[in-house]
């Protein structure tokens, strides 16, 4: 079965970074392109990077343009989302979702099919 596995959050100080990672299994890893959304208490989950298939394609939120980087390693069926100069705002726990169509809206969650469980990322001031 398919599955996606989170890991790399915590709690960092404002100006830190962190490497999210996104595991995946039960799929041809290598045809699919995978998003990372965030959902903050009371808020909707929204879009935050997206790499695709090949990891030759990449689009960012404006909110971490500049300051996140996602990149894939096909041999080790992994998404990685390295985040830096954290503010209290990137607070939220992080999702790492399949996209289900390549035609499909990158930034609606709607669009992907399988998500992991998420890793909380706690940003100090």
């Known amino acids: 079965q398919v599955q996606l596995v989170e890991s790399g959050g915590g709690l960092v100080q404002a100006g830190g970074s962190l490497r999210l990672s996104c595991a995946a299994s039960?799929?041809?890893?290598?045809?699919?392109?995978v998003g990372w959304f965030r959902q903050a208490p009371g808020k909707e989950r929204e879009f935050v990077a997206i790499?695709?298939?090949?990891?030759?394609?990449?689009n960012y939120a404006d909110s971490v343009k500049g300051r996140a980087t996602i990149s894939r390693d096909n041999a080790k069926n992994t998404v990685y989302l390295q985040m830096n100069s954290l503010k209290p705002e990137d607070t939220a726990v992080y999702y790492c979702g399949r996209k289900r169509l390549a035609n499909s809206n990158t930034k609606s969650p709607s669009a992907y099919d399988y998500w992991g469980q998420g890793t909380q990322v706690t940003v100090s001031s």
């Open positions: 039960g799929y041809a890893f290598n045809t699919f392109a």
């Open positions: 790499i695709n298939y090949s990891g030759s394609s990449t």
